[in-house]
Nanobody
Framework: QEQLLESGGGLVQVGGSLRLSCAAS????????MGWFRQAPGKDREFVAAITWSGAVTYFADSVKGRFTISRDDAKNSVTLQMNSLKPDDTGVYYC????????????????WGQGTQVTVSS
């Protein structure tokens, strides 16, 4: 099974930026979809962003549109989430995930998950 390792989380002030990276232990070539999810304290996990293998299609949650971008580098077996104009509501543990299927926002359809990285946005 793929091992995923997220990095780049931390503490940032409102309006700041963070760049999350997710490295896969093996080739991501066989995973058409790569995504990011997050979970805030006391809340359910929610979809943040996803990208297809070609990078041609991306999905974003309404709450992050215009502020977050997602990209992938299959040569490096990685996916990146660039987060700008961060808000306190963006606080949570961020998880990357892989899916052997079409792009979707449904977390239960993803096959592999990382351990998560904490993002805290302070006001």
């Amino acid at each position: 099974q793929e091992q995923l390792l997220e990095s780049g989380g931390g503490l940032v002030q409102v309006g700041g930026s963070l760049r999350l990276s997710c490295a896969a232990s093996e080739r991501t070539f066989g995973y058409p979809t790569m995504g990011w999810f997050r979970q805030a304290p006391g809340k359910d996990r929610e979809f943040v962003a996803a990208i297809t293998w070609s990078g041609a299609v991306t999905y974003f949650a309404d709450s992050v549109k215009g502020r977050f971008t997602i990209s992938r580098d299959d040569a490096k077996n990685s996916v990146t989430l660039q987060m700008n104009s961060l808000k306190p509501d963006d606080t949570g543990v961020y998880y990357c995930a892989l899916r052997r299927g079409p792009i979707t926002t449904a977390g239960n359809l993803y096959d592999n998950w990382g351990q998560g990285t904490q993002v805290t946005v302070s006001s």
